[in-house]
């Protein structure tokens, strides 16, 4: 009894032990009791498209998706995903067997990992990696074995991935795995020479790929993202995880998907069943809208994000950060060395008080907490007027 009441999680199994409350739920916290800008969690001060929202409520008004909707989604939701696929990258998935909706790409990732791991196996990601894949491999009994992404010595190639340490991790145990490009949080876009050699690797060694393709829309500069299904052997191998959140500024609607191959749809959509058999009804109506939106809508968000980039990172290096300019995603990873700091969690913890701004230590999202020690990420979602307030504040470190 005494080992269990002095745990301060007492009820949660061993296999969870180590995930308790997130960093963001504490940093949150924070912004608000200080009155900070939080640029701590990712999600936009802004909603999406008007039109989109307006979807929604017609859904809701004509009484479509109130009540459970089918297993794998709307059709017509799983047909727009299916012809974004095609349109955007060639590639053909069929609407009935290859596509699944999902509460979010937060279930795709624990449906997939449940799918697809067995107790034991070993499941290589990315690291820094987003903080629901340590837990969706720990919830399936996997082992994590992380690849860690390093700064490059040239200041604008950002973090990189190490081929051969990749090619190393992988080892007769290993059954998957898990990408992330655009990355969260470095903002690094894996080049198409890099795909190549993980889609050689996994064709060579036989894994499955998960692969979180989430801020596909969000890449800047000369950056650009193909999907890892597209190079070959990949397409019968690779679970392409897709969200409305990022793309649409919808985060709270969690409509998520998956495209794969029949047997992988299959495989996830008997886990999905019971984690939360359906969700999100009118919004999925909304979402199949929003996929249809012309060009204009996806060059115009991306237009307006890379502005936004470009405000919070010249305000980040003039107040003496180091920037990590992102090539995707939403989110700016900082080195604070330069300001005589090397601790970021001492860091975050400081800054609403010193600034009046809200980040989070990418440490988080390592198991190796040294290698992420001296980095900070900020998220730049939120209205310009706001990001040029927090560079304002950030002038006083
Ligand atoms: C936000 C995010 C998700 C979760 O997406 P939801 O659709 O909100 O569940 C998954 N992966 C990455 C990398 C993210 O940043």
């Given amino acids: 009894m005494a080992a269990m009441t002095s745990s301060a999680r007492p009820h949660l199994n061993r296999r969870l032990a180590e995930f308790g409350t997130t960093i963001f739920a504490e940093m949150s916290a924070l912004a608000v009791t200080t009155g900070s800008i939080n640029l701590g969690q990712g999600f936009p001060d802004t909603d999406g498209p008007e039109e989109v929202r307006e979807a929604a409520v017609r859904a809701l008004r004509e009484g479509r998706g109130n009540q459970y909707p089918p297993g794998p989604g709307i059709p017509e939701l799983r047909t727009a995903i299916a012809a974004h696929q095609l349109s955007r990258y060639g590639l053909s998935y069929d609407p009935d067997t290859e596509v699944l909706v999902t509460a979010g790409a937060t279930e795709a990732i624990a449906a997939s990992l449940l799918a697809l791991v067995e107790p034991g196996d070993e499941v290589v990601a990315l690291e820094p990696y987003y903080d629901s894949y340590a837990a969706s491999i720990a919830m399936a009994g996997g ?108 985060t709270g609607w969690k409509v998520g998907w998956v495209t794969a191959a029949p047997e992988l749809v299959a495989a996830v959509r008997a886990v999905k069943q019971f984690l939360t058999y359906v969700s999100s009804g009118p919004f999925q109506y909304a979402v199949a809208e929003a996929l249809a939106l012309p060009d204009s809508y996806f060059e115009e968000f991306r237009r307006s994000m890379l502005a936004r980039r470009d405000i919070l990172a010249k305000g980040l290096a003039e107040a003496g950060f180091r920037v990590f300019r992102p090539a ?35 440490a988080v999202f390592y198991d190796d907490r040294e290698a992420g020690a001296p980095f900070v990420r900020f998220a730049f979602c939120k209205k310009e007027e706001v990001l040029r307030e927090a560079a304002e504040r950030l002038r006083a470190l």
Avoid: Q
Wanted: aromatic share 6%; proline share 6%; hydrophobic share 40%.
């Fill in 143 to 250: 082992t994590r074995v992380p690849v860690t992404l390093r700064p490059h010595s040239a200041e604008e190639a950002g973090f990189r991935l190490d081929l051969d340490e990749l090619r190393a991790a992988v080892t007769d145990r290993t059954r998957l795995l898990l990408i992330n490009t655009p990355h969260n949080p470095t903002g690094t876009v894996l080049t198409r020479a890099e795909l190549a050699a993980i889609a050689e690797l996994a064709v060579e060694r036989d894994l499955l790929v998960v692969t979180d393709e989430v801020y596909e829309h969000l890449v800047f500069d000369d950056a650009e993202h193909v999907p890892l299904a597209s190079f070959p052997g990949m397409r019968e191998r690779t679970v392409t995880i897709g969200s409305a959140g990022k793309t649409f500024s919808f």
């Fill in 328 to 362: 995707g995603t939403y989110f700016i990873t900082t080195d604070i060395r330069p300001l005589g700091e090397k601790d970021g969690f001492a860091f975050c913890r400081a800054l609403p008080e010193r600034a009046g701004v809200v980040a989070i230590p990418n």
